[in-house]
């Protein structure tokens, strides 16, 4: 007898299987069951076989029994060697085994243990007739509800939240961990049937590939904010379905684009990349990333390229209760990704129930270009860059350069170049003339084309304050970038840089904490906001936060180096080196900043040979490279030769090195404030008080 549906279960849940069946059938989707199909001549095993490999749809009833239930590994592997649709239906809170984790850990379950009934079977009735192509005209018509006799059976224990199991009238005795629990009020009463959004197997030769169900631990900093926002969404990286090599970029483009579109919705607070990224190619229960990133919905999805042709699927989830609030999938052209972005876009903001006035729908559908190999060259472009390498950098600046060549008024090319030499200027890759003055052309280029830019006005802020000194300018910058981007943690971040150089410590800490709840693990963020509390002078609370970074990454370089700088002030000189020594270590040796922190480390300790060799290796490698002029005076200064610190303080001066303007507040440079040259130096930069 032809069937669509496969459906997979361990013995010990008959009763909840062949309920969905009748379910199923109910609404004239045809389904293959054991025992009931398989016909007296037929060995059971060859039954099997033949109805899976004819079925269009593999529906498991996953519950613990299932997890061991070598018959139904048996039976998922052939489907997924089939390359057959698969739909696991969770009816017991437990995570996949080992054996059903290897074929279905990026499979996204089904979960039937939240209310209300009836949605939740008209959404499983349209997900699978989706699958099987099947389309009515109106409304589909209401699915049929569980046998009274099978409803009556179960209750749900009083009290008892929708997370936790349903428990019989008569209660089992309490069995031992890891013995099963069957539950079947959860298919009675309050069946789950959220939609499958992602069905890359009928194109590509896989499987459904949705959202991340086990992963393996890993220790993350503590969250700041304790209340989860009334709107706020994390967009977990979407998944790379496509069978060509090396399309990774444009599936991470499409994340960032969509994270960028919703970033500006004033009712929407987006967690930024970097905290998403943490979940790329990993697995773990919605509900955990809700926690972690603190947030009410979670968005995923999948991206499958074939030739012309691409598939984008999404779906929105409770991170609460892991209900899915909208799911949807896209089948187009190529070149009509961006009419896709706009689909989605929307699609969450009316599933969130977001008013869109006009301004925000134009903010929402914004297309910075409408050539789609522009818009290729520049994704490739943000993926090097977001390497945050040297080699990186320099692949990322060659795709924004033809990026323009292709589209000459494509704002954001020009933002990504902005990029590109402000970091190479922060990071004294080079000369800040030479990096930071090409820097503010092209984000005045990008502003003059739209100057509605958020990251081109994050860009030129950080010029102003980093080269021209400009500290109103940067102020306004940094203001318009927020104001047109209020979910921008790097405009968070960077003004919040701004404010404590300025000596304006409680806004500082402040406007990096807004950082940090739209990126809570982002190390960078973390990292300054231990920087701000060093330039406050407290040096306990610095300390706590930039371990709270250790938890996130051990290696980060950056935060070991202000460690370093923490220790420095509570005179904990031996630890301060161990700290500098690992960043060092970390930078692969080649950081000259650090090699001069050691120097003053080696002076304030009384090593001041060791001090005066660190010196002479400056001044050498100066020859071969930039090396910061207030890299050389900061050792001076260690030393107590004010005249040669003052000496370099000018000649920093004089190259506008980005590192001056955090003279007012550097803690290092504290034996020196009483000298009036310093406070000459101060007046000149327009930070006397």
């Not at 209401?142 to 179960?154: I, L, R």
């Not at 904010?225 to 090599?245: M, Y």
């Not at 979940?279 to 926690?291: C, L, P, S």
């Not at 700290?579 to 900043?593: H, I």
């Amino acid at each position: 007898m032809p069937h669509d549906v496969f459906i997979s279960y361990s013995s010990k849940d008959n009763q909840a299987a062949d309920t969905i069946c009748e379910i199923l059938e109910s609404n004239q989707i045809r389904c293959w069951i054991a025992p009931r199909d398989i016909m007296p001549s037929v060995p059971y095993a060859e039954a099997l076989i033949d109805a899976i490999t004819e079925s269009k749809v593999f529906v498991l009833v996953l519950s613990a029994n299932a997890n061991e239930s070598p018959q139904v590994i048996r039976e998922v592997e052939r489907a997924v060697n089939q390359h057959i649709p698969i739909i696991p239906l969770r009816i017991e809170d437990v995570l996949l085994s080992k054996q059903l984790s290897y074929y279905l850990g990026s499979v996204h379950w089904l979960d039937a243990l939240t209310p209300p009934l009836e949605k939740h079977l008209q959404k499983l009735i349209q997900t699978v007739r989706s699958l099987l192509d099947l389309k009515s005209e109106g409304k589909a018509r209401e699915a049929k509800a569980f046998p009274d006799a099978f409803q009556k059976k179960y209750r749900r224990e009083k009290g008892t939240p929708s997370k936790e199991r349903i428990m019989p009238e008569k209660k089992p005795e309490l069995k031992k961990p890891g013995k099963p629990v069957l539950f079947y009020l959860v298919l009675a009463i309050f069946l789950h049937m959220a939609a499958i959004v992602c069905i890359s197997a009928l194109i590509a030769g896989g499987y459904l590939l949705l959202s991340r169900i086990l992963r393996t631990e890993k220790t993350q900093a503590e969250i700041i904010s304790t209340s989860i926002w009334k709107n706020s969404i994390a967009v977990l990286p979407f998944t790379d379905l496509s069978l060509q090599e090396e399309q990774e970029y444009f599936c991470d483009g499409i994340t960032e684009e969509i994270i960028g579109r919703l970033s500006k919705l004033r009712e929407l607070k987006v967690i930024s990349r970097t905290s998403v990224w943490y979940y790329k190619d990993t697995y773990k229960d919605i509900k955990e990333i809700g926690r972690e990133l603190n947030v009410e919905t979670i968005l995923e999805g999948s991206v499958l390229k074939e030739k012309d042709n691409i598939r984008v699927s999404a779906q929105l989830i409770s991170s609460e209760d892991r209900y899915h609030l909208w799911s949807e999938m896209y089948d187009r052209k190529l070149e009509s990704v961006f009419a896709i972005q706009d689909e989605i876009s929307k699609d969450i903001a009316k599933a969130l129930r977001i008013e869109l006035g006009s301004r925000e729908k134009d903010l929402l559908l914004k297309r910075y270009t409408e050539d789609f190999e522009a818009y290729n060259l520049y994704l490739k472009g943000r993926y090097f860059w977001n390497k945050r390498t040297e080699q990186g950098y320099q692949k990322s600046l060659e795709y924004f350069q033809k990026a323009i060549e292709k589209d000459p008024i494509y704002a954001l090319a020009y933002t990504g170049i902005a990029d590109y030499y402000n970091l190479l200027g922060y990071y004294d890759y080079i000369p800040p003339k030479e990096a930071f003055l090409k820097a503010r052309a092209a984000a005045n280029k990008a502003l003059e084309i739209d100057d509605t830019l958020a990251e081109a006005h994050n860009s030129l802020a950080m010029v102003k304050e980093n080269y021209d000194w400009d500290w109103e300018g940067a102020e306004r910058e940094y203001k318009r970038a927020i104001e047109l981007n209020p979910s921008y943690a790097t405009a968070h971040q960077w003004y919040a840089g701004y404010l404590r150089a300025m000596g304006r410590h409680e806004e500082s800490i402040a406007e990096n904490k807004k950082a940090q709840e739209l990126d809570p693990l982002s190390p960078s963020i973390g990292t300054a906001l231990g920087t701000n509390f060093i330039s406050a002078r407290q040096y306990d609370q610095a300390i706590e936060e930039l371990q709270k970074v250790f938890e996130m990454d051990p290696d980060y370089m950056v935060a070991h180096f202000f460690m370093g700088l923490a220790y420095t002030g509570k005179g904990m000189y031996k630890e301060a080196i161990a700290e500098a020594q690992k960043a060092l270590d970390l930078s692969g040796g080649e950081d000259t900043l650090i090699k001069a922190f050691l120097g003053v480390l080696y002076s304030l300790s009384g090593k001041r040979d060791e001090a005066k060799n660190v010196l002479d290796e400056l001044y050498e490698l100066s020859k071969q490279k930039y090396v910061s002029s207030w890299a050389i005076a900061l050792i001076y200064a260690a030393l107590g030769q004010k005249d040669q610190a003052f000496e370099w303080l000018e000649k920093a001066y004089e190259e506008r090195d980005h590192w001056l303007p955090s003279i007012k507040v550097l803690p290092l440079l504290d034996s020196l404030r009483s000298d009036p040259r310093f406070k000459a130096l101060l007046k000149k930069m327009d930070l006397e008080e």
